[in-house]
């Protein structure tokens, strides 16, 4: 990968918290020694990192932006769309009770999906274990896949899901998703932003567009790091277009395989970070 400037604010990035490999202050820390003034801890249904992440800013000079991701979607839909919540507060609001739901039904798949890899002939012992000792951490497929990796059974973190995890592989379990009009709502009533996340990477983009383009969005994420330039103008003059914000990031997630060196590589200048606070004033959101 061709390394970039680094950004002055990555406002995608995830903690072991969800799915990433480092706690949220190493989190913290390797955005500092890059260089980054800003991140946003944008876990997948949790925001369980985002206190340790930023009491880890203390006496730093970077700061933390509270966020998360949640995956939406029509029920019986195979493919999901990303939401990004920036500058949430989200103690006591439908987006916390959001969370806990999502977070207990990823708890159910992750058990059934390492039940279906125990009967393709795979010792699922020790993960169950794991498992069943974290009930309220937010669990998903790349916990299973490193596992795999780990224990020897793939040759890479990427074979997991070629072979067992993707729709239609053996392993497959379906994901209950949320409702585009309930996620945007809940990031509202927490406080935040709603953002449509890495909108070059949703299959069908014109057609889903069209189908939730009048949706109250506050944000498209722009300057996301697999953007190609492209990309960028197209949905940067879509966001220009509609008066709602541009925001960039990199879904770093840890250093292996295409997240290695990721970190700061996609985002925002300091002047589009500045713009951004200025947008968010607009909403009554300080930051």
């Not at 390394?3 to 990035?13: E, G, K, N, Q, S």
């Not at 969800?18 to 190493?26: A, F, K, R, V």
């Not at 769309?81 to 959001?98: M, Q, R």
Request: with cysteine.
């Amino acid at each position: 990968m061709k390394i970039r400037p680094v950004a002055f604010a990555d406002l995608h990035t995830h903690s072991s918290a969800s799915d990433g490999t480092m706690t949220p202050t190493q989190l913290v820390e390797k955005a500092e020694s890059i260089g980054l003034s800003v991140i946003a801890i944008t876990d997948h249904d949790t925001i369980s990192g985002v206190k340790e992440a930023q009491a880890a800013c203390k006496n730093k000079k970077i700061k933390v932006v509270a966020g998360t991701e949640l995956s939406c979607g029509d029920p019986g839909q195979e493919k999901s769309v990303h939401v990004l919540g920036l500058f949430i507060s989200p103690e006591k609001s439908k987006l916390s009770d959001i969370l806990d739901e999502q977070r207990r039904l990823r708890y159910i798949r992750a058990l059934k999906i390492l039940n279906l890899l125990r009967e393709q002939g795979f010792d699922m012992d020790e993960l169950e274990n794991w498992f069943k000792s974290e009930p309220n951490r937010v669990l998903g497929r790349p916990h299973l896949a490193h596992y795999l990796e780990d224990k020897g059974y793939i040759k890479d973190f990427d074979e997991a899901f070629k072979k067992y995890l993707s729709y239609g592989c053996p392993a497959y379990v379906p994901k209950d998703y949320i409702e585009y009009k309930t996620a945007i709502e809940a990031i509202h009533d927490a406080g935040g932003i709603a953002v449509l996340a890495h909108p070059g990477l949703i299959p069908n983009w014109e057609a889903t567009w069209e189908k939730i383009k009048d949706l109250p969005w506050d944000g498209i994420e722009a300057f996301y790091i697999e953007h190609k330039n492209k990309d960028i103008e197209n949905f940067f003059n879509i966001a220009q277009e509609r008066h709602i914000a541009s925001t960039g990031g990199s879904d770093y997630h840890g250093d292996y395989g295409k997240h290695l060196d990721r970190l700061g590589q996609g985002g925002l200048t300091e002047e589009q970070f500045n713009e951004l606070i200025k947008f968010c004033a607009t909403r009554g959101i300080k930051f």
